[in-house]
């Protein structure tokens, strides 16, 4: 299996905050990258596909990017709903996707 | 409106079975491939099985292989997971997932979930 890593595993930040999540491939996954955005509860919500594809109804300030194994994702002004837990997915493998055990972003 | 609505779950003694239903809304769900993701409390995302928009062709994790059938009724746009021979470690909510992407596998719509705890 191709293992994800992301980090940081947490992170604080305050509202307006610019802020930066990496995900690592154990191996070369080209842009076969996804990420989603998870709040307490709530199943999971694509936010960015195909590593910098903006899902549709997502705010602008969520960008990826990355291709191979380093990947991030980007929140350029954080807002309140963005407090949450964020997870890449690859999808290079189909016959088993991965998921990175996830970033929790936390307010300051 | 998409909608993916997840029920069968509960607590079931190890080595019991259960039944998950996931009733689609909003789309052609027989133009869809669909997967079942499941997560354990306070862990991350774990994809569990997919099956094709037909049912002709289906995958599954290597941990519930064997244990676990996927399956649809496109007529009732329902889909459907078998569990069997339940274990400690298949506690989870279960997401139906909808895939979406072209390039590559993503899922665009999710269930809200459904609650199974296996123990005695």
């Known amino acids: 299996d191709i293992q994800m890593t992301q980090s940081p595993s947490s992170l604080s930040a305050s509202v307006g905050d610019r802020v930066t999540i990496t995900c690592r491939a154990s191996?070369?996954?080209?842009?076969?990258l996804n990420w989603y955005q998870q709040k307490p509860g709530k199943a999971p919500k694509l936010l960015i596909y195909?590593?910098?594809s903006l899902q549709s109804g997502v705010p602008s300030r969520f960008s990826g990017s990355g291709s191979g194994t380093d990947f991030t994702l980007t929140i350029s002004s954080l807002q309140p709903e963005d407090f949450a837990t964020y997870y890449c997915?690859?999808?290079?493998?189909?016959?088993?996707?991965?998921f990175g055990q996830g970033t929790r972003l936390e307010i300051k | 409106e998409v909608q993916l609505v997840e029920s069968g779950g509960g607590l079931v003694q190890p080595g019991g079975s259960l039944r998950l239903s996931c009733a689609a809304s909003g789309f052609t769900f027989s133009s869809y491939e669909m997967n079942w993701v499941r997560q354990a409390p306070g862990k991350g995302l774990e994809w569990v099985s997919y099956?094709?928009?037909?049912?002709?062709?289906?995958y599954y994790a290597d941990s519930v292989k064997g244990r676990f059938t996927i399956s649809r009724d496109n007529a009732k746009n329902s889909l459907y997971l078998q569990m069997n021979s339940l274990r400690a470690e298949d506690t989870a909510v279960y997401y139906c997932a909808r895939e979406y992407c072209t390039n590559g596998v993503c899922y665009d719509y999710w269930g809200q979930g459904t609650l199974v705890t296996v123990s005695s």
């Open positions: 195909a590593a910098s």
């Open positions: 997915q690859q999808s290079y493998s189909t016959l088993g996707v991965t």
């Open positions: 191996q070369s996954i080209s842009s076969y």
């Open positions: 099956i094709s928009s037909s049912g002709s062709t289906i």
